[in-house]
């Protein structure tokens, strides 16, 4: 049973993810060395030992293990897998779902890594194979052979057999799937590395058929008949002649399951995807650059929570192309359309900024909807996806930081306050950072009218705000964007970047050591500091719970 959320924070958190990590290396090192001692010991394997040595145990010992890997590797991309998993983790355990959902990337991340550090030690071990069968080629024994004679070549058995080539092509691919999934190849490659990781992906699941086809791994079957298990023994001497056998290859279950597992997926989010029909109720350009949509489904709505994100496409674009975005406004009873926030930070916003100026024409931050007979911007959407901002609502005292366009999933969280009787959280503190200060209006209409429903509640420090601008601060500026009906926004808005030492040490004032949940959603180094404030605190005595936003 899954302990309960509240008796955790950030260093017994990172404190679990080491003990998750330690027993995970620990069960592939049994299963290894279950495999190892099994090659090791069986009379069945003497012969072949006799020419390959522990090169034969060390392949075969990690073939399970890379089996188990491949399977288990695409668990965490699966993301209808993953809704079911946080369907059934909401109902069990708050701290097992959130430490789920902050770790599908990093589960993802360790079991390829594991996976492809396995792949080269059993690349290794074979090559180190092809040689010995070379080598020291058993004249007497021809069925148990790889290599032709000890004039073959060991390049041959490496390429040009389809144990060897698969294996070659697969560790290849491997590999550059690895290479491709760093971080800058992602920020500025990203179709080419998503690309390269579904189709290599396909390529390795498919070649784990062929490349036990070669029958390499020979054991004998009569080694039960008097001296027949002898190594030693000769025709003179012995005259039960060995028999050898591959046996029943049992090495395509695994990639079946990881197949089976990949296409569901992609089958089951395709019907879902296609089922209906997305509507574009309204679209606007924002100030920053930046796109406001208004989505919906012409046969049903979609059940999103606050928090959750979906992926969306547009066809005028590109047919191959998702791109993830937190909805800021769920739908409800009475309206079931949700809208999204898009900034303008790649190649395929700016795409889409511009498909949509090409669209509307704009007069004083007014839309005008004159379509210059142009085709309609059509999407698809794929989602909701769970995320861990999701359990804000189950904590009593909330710190939010955002950067940016990650004020999004809080923005869900407000929206939904604003229209719904929430007891929890009953005290939020929202810090937003943004560069230019014309971002604020994205959502200082919420703001806006969230305060003004608290104080007809006699709830208003329900909710502080704080925003930050780090470029061309200028107060004149200011107060002409925010007029006086604004004025809630204009008094909160600061210059430069916050403290977050005195920020922090203001919730020690204010809470002493109550649990304090703490979300974060930006940009990576904003993520890291929130995160390390959080864990130096919590050495003091202090309980906060630390949680950021991503997508997987």
């Not at 992609?266 to 995807?273: E, N, P, S």
């Not at 950067?403 to 009953?426: A, C, H, M, Q, W």
């Not at 107060?475 to 009906?485: R, S």
């Not at 979300?519 to 929130?530: Q, R, V």
Request: with cysteine.
């Amino acid at each position: 049973m899954c302990v309960n959320l509240k008796i955790f924070n950030c260093t017994k958190w990172f404190f679990v993810k080491y003990i998750f990590l330690f027993l995970w290396i620990l069960s592939l090192f049994l299963v290894f060395c279950k495999s190892y001692k099994f090659y090791y010991d069986e009379p069945e394997y003497e012969r072949l030992k006799k020419i390959v040595g522990h090169g034969l145990c060390i392949s075969r010992a990690t073939a399970p293990v890379l089996y188990f890997l491949v399977a288990i590797s695409i668990l965490p991309v699966c993301r209808t897998f993953n809704q079911i998993i946080h369907c059934i983790l909401r109902r069990i355990s708050t701290f097992c779902l959130t430490f789920y959902l902050e770790n599908i990337k990093v589960l993802h991340m360790t079991f390829s890594i594991g996976l492809v550090l396995v792949s080269v030690i059993h690349a290794v071990a074979h090559t180190i194979n092809a040689k010995n069968f070379v080598q020291f080629y058993d004249w007497q024994h021809l069925d148990l052979n790889w290599a032709r004679g000890t004039n073959d070549s060991y390049l041959r058995l490496i390429f040009a057999t389809p144990t060897g080539f698969s294996g070659c092509f697969m560790l290849f691919a491997l590999i550059v799937m690895w290479i491709s999934s760093t971080r800058p190849i992602r920020h500025y490659y990203y179709n080419c590395y998503l690309a390269l990781h579904h189709l290599f992906m396909l390529m390795v699941l498919v070649l784990l058929y062929f490349h036990s086809l070669g029958n390499i791994i020979k054991f004998q079957t009569n080694v039960d008949l008097p001296c027949a298990h002898d190594v030693n023994a000769t025709d003179e001497t012995c005259h039960n002649k060995e028999q050898f056998s591959s046996g029943e290859h049992r090495g395509w279950i695994w990639p079946t399951i990881g197949l089976f597992i990949y296409l569901a997926d992609a089958f089951v989010r395709f019907i879902k995807r296609n089922a209906n029909d997305v509507v574009l109720h309204n679209m606007q350009k924002f100030p920053g650059k930046a796109v406001f949509l208004r989505l919906g489904l012409n046969k049903s709505k979609m059940n999103i929570r606050p928090g959750q994100y979906i992926l969306l496409q547009c066809l005028n674009i590109s047919s191959l192309e998702w791109h993830p975005f937190t909805v800021t406004k769920v739908p409800t009873k009475t309206d079931h359309t949700f809208t999204l926030l898009i900034a303008t930070r790649g190649d395929w916003t700016m795409e889409l900024y511009g498909k949509m100026s090409s669209r509307l024409c704009f007069q004083k931050h007014q839309t005008i909807k004159t379509y210059h007979k142009r085709p309609p911007l059509k999407f698809l959407v794929d989602g909701p996806f769970p995320s861990p901002l999701e359990s804000i609502f189950q904590h009593k005292i909330t710190l939010c930081v955002a950067g940016g366009v990650g004020i999004t999933p809080f923005i869900s969280v407000l929206n939904d306050l604003l229209y719904k009787l929430r007891k929890e959280p009953s005290r939020i503190h929202l810090t937003w950072v943004v560069t230019h200060v014309e971002q604020i209006l994205w959502f200082s209409s919420i703001f806006e009218q969230l305060m003004e429903k608290l104080w007809q509640q006699n709830a208003p420090d329900r909710l502080d705000i704080q925003l930050y601008v780090t470029k061309n601060f200028n107060a004149q500026k200011i107060a002409k964007i925010f007029h006086q009906e604004s004025s809630f926004v204009k008094s909160r808005i600061h210059s430069g970047r916050p403290n977050w030492c005195s920020l922090f040490s203001y919730l020690d004032f204010l809470y002493q050591k109550q649990e304090v949940a703490v979300f974060s959603s930006g940009p990576k180094s904003l993520n890291a500091e929130i995160q390390k404030m959080c864990h130096e605190k919590n050495k003091l005595g202090y309980n906060y719970w630390f949680l950021h936003q991503g997508f997987h």
